[in-house]
């Protein structure tokens, strides 16, 4: 029965005849033949003189009685690998091939000593036991290593994985990446592994030289890539040594059949000192890969973008953060890395046909490569020249949101998501590390970051701007619901694209409900970012969750509205920026029904009256520059004018700008969930306690299964509420509103609280965002109403929902 492309299990530990073995996919009955056969003629070797040699020398190796059996894997282009088996110990040999070779390559006793190294510091790749340069013994050098079970996959389109199956693996891969290149080389004896700078022009040299010796014909654009290529070289300073693999590929890793984890990285021939970028694009090329080369290169050519496979630039994003690697910088030359990619893997694909003309190549499908030198050459020069920003391809929306789908987004909003993902990983990723440092640096941590202002011109530029507003943006709020998650991904991201609690609250009530005097005082500055803006409705000494209990007065005298009352937790308030508040009080008439008490004022900050008491911190955050504050309203007398709606309609203000304010919070909670479960994931496949990685633990597992399940229900349920906001008003969408409000934030400090775990002390400390977003995910089931107050509004919707139904 044929095999289904792309999803091949390896045949490792299975014995079958001497032709080709099978073995049978996990979790299926279907018969599937597998990657090794008997030894192709021109590899054959003496296998009792090896049969002898590994009795005597190999540690382990059965020797007693029994047959030794020797197998070919079918794979692979360079180095001939071997299965051997002998009375159920299972072992593989990796050699040179017989023959002439090119100066330099097949050095497979770099390739021992590489695993050597890495094994020792438990980065996954098979043990090696023993390197021989006898050559008596089969004709040419060999190693044996261990045998590794687990499943190589030959298509990066991945077509028969489910999308969390395809995601887990690609984001495996890119950890393991990153994981290499922050290997300490030195400490592993490796500082002559290779020469420690110039990498990226021996490389073009070398691979020059490499193509030149296997030239069969004259290839014009490999002729004008190569020339590109010398006179582009990234200076010195741009460059990093790091042990790369030189040939980072799906189908040279082994994943792990259930976990999805890394289990061993294979081929490690063309390993050296030398710039890790060039390995990430190399990882990078079946990006830009056509589909029609897919029948020769079906390991690099990924044919489509299938949901779950991260874009290219998620993973440069991804791999940039757990290197804690500056983007740009990264992409300052990445059209010269990928063009050089390009250009190396098209001198292989030379190389491969060469040998085939020889007949001493590794597979048997050798000879086709002479029609891929060419497309790969022109795909390279094309991306050489190609001008602008880096040539970067990015995944859709519905691929990158799970379940986004069942709901119906605006293509609008399909662009807005594409263009802030990229700008998140451009802008505000590599800003992090320099804003907490000012926050929390105690001589200017109540001053505005001086980037934040550049930053917020760049989002304006590029349309990324007031977004949260339909008026302004033209989105739903459904449509806002993904941009708004990933603004929740940073703390400070959402005040780059003027997305920012309060001033998003404070800016709807002014456009429905500001007269045209307010709306241009102070509507249009806030709209454009020129100053912030506080609301005080919360009071330290009632229950404020019920807002009857509102103590703030507000009288009229004449042509003016005196203020008296003190408010807490006045978002914002800190701010230098900060020149207004909107003020909710009561008038304290006996005549008036509880619910027309109330109204809503507009307070500039330089009243006289209006006096900043004290910062309140959360756990211990001060949120400095924007802050929380206790705020005293003396005798404060501002013009009728800045009355908002008319007397008494405070609580019909309130009810238009907590619907959307409530909900927006949601969102932006769901994205720092999602950034506390990629920091559990990226920790557990890194951290090793007791002898395993921590992604290995049956409880890590669990954690993170539960945390993907609880993102999908509460992003669901915020969807479903956005949705009814939309389409139905805000009355309509009042119980979904509540219950996402009560869901959203709950999941969240669970989400954040494992990931914490998962991290132990470094999780408590400033050395990642998880603390500073735990404070906040806890302190959101207060802010906007308690839970209690929501779960009592759905249980009322509920019964009364009930009674009708009776009636």
Not at 168 to 186: C, E, F, G, K, P
Not at 288 to 304: M, N, R, S, T, W
Not at 561 to 574: H, M, R, Y
Request: glycine share 8%; charged share 25%; hydrophobic share 40%.
């Amino acid at each position: 029965m044929a095999e289904e492309p792309g999803n091949e299990k390896v045949c490792f530990g299975v014995q079958g005849s001497s032709g080709v073995q099978k073995v049978f996919a996990l979790g299926t009955k279907r018969q599937k033949m597998a990657e090794v056969t008997s030894v192709r003629t021109e590899h054959k070797f003496d296998e009792n003189s090896l049969h002898e040699y590994l009795k005597k020398n190999l540690p382990g190796f059965p020797k007693g009685q029994g047959c030794l059996s020797v197998s070919q894997y079918s794979e692979g282009q360079s180095n001939p690998t071997f299965y051997l088996c002998k009375n159920g110990k299972e072992f593989v040999l990796r050699k040179k091939p017989p023959g002439k070779l090119l100066r330099g390559a097949h050095q497979v006793q770099r390739e021992f000593r590489a695993l050597w190294a890495l094994h020792s510091v438990s980065f996954p790749v098979p043990k090696p036991y023993i390197y021989c340069e006898d050559q008596s013994v089969i004709g040419t050098e060999f190693y044996i290593m261990e045998h590794v079970t687990g499943d190589i996959f030959r298509t990066p389109s991945l077509p028969n994985k489910t999308s969390d199956e395809r995601k887990a693996i690609y984001n495996a891969m890119i950890t393991t990446l990153a994981r290499l290149h922050s290997v300490d080389w030195r400490n592993l004896g490796l500082a002559d592994f290779g020469r420690q700078t110039d990498y990226l022009r021996r490389q073009v040299s070398t691979w020059g030289k490499q193509y030149k010796a296997a030239e069969t014909q004259k290839i014009n654009a490999m002729e004008k890539l190569l020339v590109w290529l010398q006179n582009n070289i990234p200076p010195l300073n741009m460059q990093d040594t790091v042990l790369v693999h030189g040939d980072f590929r799906l189908d040279n890793v082994v994943i792990h059949p259930t976990k999805l984890c890394v289990v061993a990285v294979l081929d490690w021939e063309l390993s050296t000192l030398g710039d890790p970028i060039l390995d990430l694009a190399y990882f990078c090329l079946p990006y830009h890969v056509p589909k029609e080369l897919k029948d020769v290169l079906p390991f690099i050519a990924q044919g489509e973008s299938n949901p779950g496979i991260p874009s290219e630039r998620e993973a440069v994003s991804t791999y940039c953060r757990q290197r804690g690697l500056d983007m740009a910088s990264v992409l300052k030359h990445w059209n010269f890395y990928l063009a050089l990619s390009f250009f190396r893997i098209a001198s292989i694909a030379q190389g491969v046909y060469a040998r085939s003309l020889q007949g001493n190549a590794s597979a048997k499908n050798a000879s086709t490569f002479k029609h891929v030198v060419e497309p790969l050459a022109e795909i390279g020069l094309k991306l050489a020249l190609q001008d602008g920003d880096p040539p970067l391809t990015n995944s859709s929306l519905s691929s990158a949101l799970s379940g986004s789908s069942i709901f119906e987004l605006s293509a609008k909003a399909e662009t807005l998501y594409k263009k802030m993902k990229a700008f998140m990983e451009k802008q505000i990723y590599p800003a992090e590390e320099e804003y907490y440092q000012h926050m929390t640096n105690p001589s200017v941590q109540w001053t505005v970051p001086p980037f934040l202002e550049d930053l917020k011109k760049k989002a304006q530029s590029a349309g990324l701007w007031n977004l949260f507003l339909p008026g302004e943006s033209g989105l739903s709020q459904l449509d806002y619901a993904p941009l708004a998650e990933l603004t929740g991904r940073c703390s400070f991201a959402p005040e780059v694209f003027n997305c920012s609690a309060p001033d998003t609250g404070n800016m709807e009530v002014l456009h429905l409900y500001g007269t045209e005097e307010q709306k241009k005082q102070w509507l249009e500055p806030l709209l454009s970012g020129e100053i912030r803006s506080a609301f005080c409705m919360t009071e330290p000494d009632v229950a404020s969750s019920d807002a009857t209990n509102m103590e703030c007065e507000i009288k009229r005298e004449g042509n003016e509205l005196v203020i008296n009352g003190t408010k807490w937790w006045s978002s914002g308030a800190g701010d230098p920026r900060c020149k207004v508040a909107i003020v909710m009080g009561c008038n304290k008439a006996d005549n008036l029904p509880k619910h027309k008490r109330h109204s809503m004022v507009i307070v500039p900050m330089d009243t006289p009256g209006v006096t900043k008491i004290r910062s309140l911190t959360v756990f211990g955050y001060n949120d400095a520059p924007h802050g929380h504050f206790e705020i005293a309203f003396e005798n404060v007398r501002v013009p009728v004018a800045n009355l908002i709606l008319g007397e008494g309609r405070g609580f019909e203000i309130a009810q238009g700008r907590l619907g959307p304010g409530r909900l927006h919070h949601c969102m932006r909670a769901i994205g720092a969930a999602e950034r506390a479960l990629e920091l559990l994931v990226q920790r557990s496949l890194f951290r090793v306690a007791f002898g395993k990685r921590l992604a290995e633990k049956g409880m890590v597992q669990e954690q993170i299964a539960l945390s993907r399940i609880e993102i999908e229900q509460a992003r669901l349920l915020v969807f479903k509420a956005a949705h009814t906001l939309d389409h139905h008003g805000n009355k309509a969408a009042r119980k979904e509103i509540a219950m996402a409000k009560i869901a959203v934030p709950r999941m969240a400090c669970r989400v954040i609280d494992r990931a914490i775990q998962v991290h132990g002390g470094m999780g408590v400390c400033q050395d990642t965002p998880l603390a500073y977003a735990y404070a906040g995910a806890r302190s959101l089931r207060i802010a906007d109403g308690p839970d209690e107050v929501h779960l009592e509004a759905v249980a009322k919707q509920e019964l009364k929902g009930a009674l009708k139904a009776r009636m």
